[in-house]
């Protein structure tokens, strides 16, 4: 992963005022963002939290800060947007949030009993709902060939790695009997790395939803990709919530085909991403694809097994 040098300088304080002055700055190193983060508590005791984006990244820096606004303003559970600072001489941009209190579900959810842990998805499931209220009318690419593309140029460099992963026939066999489904589907803002390590807790509440780094537009059902490949790891039962909070516990029918398409269409991103920038995560990527494989019987079928027993994790 790429690291660059500190970019907080006390030069770059002093031309933010909100900065300076102020009582202390701690970095943080946690994740696998490459923008340079910065918990801040200011003379009055207000505490932030900041993030420097390279310059480059203007126009998506912006735009997340537009969406948190957006968020913020329709009642949803993001960090409140306080301040965003344009400064292209020194190559960077900055982004001030209000500081979330509490840890993320990573950390915090296996404290909890496993009734505690499917409320906390459930409600979790009422916050996606709300960020796919949020529409593109401007988007001029369907969802259908917007995925197939990208899901065809990671099949490409699959079959051009020496990556041996017999299983690989059944998952595309799967995709290719479902592809169709992608035809025609919703085009809404998507969070697209939405799971626990992006949400946090505080004395047992859902306190926020953060890291809209990621954000991209398609259909809402693809942003719980994240529950095959991390969430259900973390934790069964609010894998279960996120779900019934989501549909409000009217799950359609549809929606399992939609699911399992995406879980299937993931692995092999999940495989050549990880060969490529997480090299020292090999092992923990291939129980993770494995897992999937098995929650669904070498995609035999289409709903998890975690969910079709799920009264054995309530």
């Not at 907080?8 to 909100?18: A, S, Y």
């Not at 009582?23 to 207000?46: A, H, M, R, Y």
């Not at 899901?151 to 995709?175: G, V």
């Amino acid at each position: 992963m790429e690291v660059f040098h500190v970019r907080l300088t006390d030069d770059i304080i002093q031309k933010v005022p909100l900065l300076c002055p102020a009582k202390s700055f701690t970095q943080i190193t946690k994740g696998f963002s490459l923008e340079e983060k910065w918990q801040v508590i200011t003379e009055s005791g207000d505490i932030l939290f900041l993030k420097i984006y390279d310059f480059a990244r203007l126009d998506t820096a912006k735009s997340v800060y537009k969406y948190l606004e957006y968020f913020e303003q329709i009642g949803s559970l993001v960090p409140k947007p306080i301040q965003f600072i344009e400064l292209p001489k020194d190559s960077i941009c900055i982004q001030i949030v209000s500081s979330i209190n509490g840890v993320d579900g990573e950390e915090s959810l296996h404290h909890f009993s496993s009734d505690t842990q499917y409320k906390l998805g459930y409600h979790a499931g009422k916050e996606l709902k709300k960020l796919h209220s949020l529409s593109d009318p401007s988007s001029l690419q369907t969802w259908e060939d917007y995925k197939l593309n990208k899901h065809n140029r990671y099949l490409q460099l699959f079959s051009e790695s020496t990556i041996s992963f017999p299983e690989i026939n059944d998952i595309l066999h799967f995709i290719d009997q479902h592809i169709h489904l992608l035809k025609d589907r919703p085009v809404r803002f998507l969070h697209d790395d939405f799971h626990p390590s992006n949400i946090i807790f505080n004395e047992g509440e859902l306190a926020a939803v953060i890291d809209f780094d990621r954000f991209e537009w398609g259909d809402p059902y693809h942003d719980f990709h994240k529950v095959a490949l991390f969430t259900s790891e973390i934790s069964k039962p609010f894998s279960i919530g996120q779900i019934d909070g989501y549909f409000s516990d009217n799950i359609p029918d549809e929606f399992w085909q939609y699911y399992t398409l995406y879980a299937a269409m993931i692995i092999p991103s999940d495989i050549i991403w990880s060969y490529k920038t997480t090299p020292h995560l090999i092992e923990t990527m291939w129980k993770r694809v494995y897992r999937i494989l098995e929650d669904h019987d070498n995609f035999k079928n289409i709903i998890p097994s975690w969910y079709v027993n799920k009264i054995n994790h309530l």
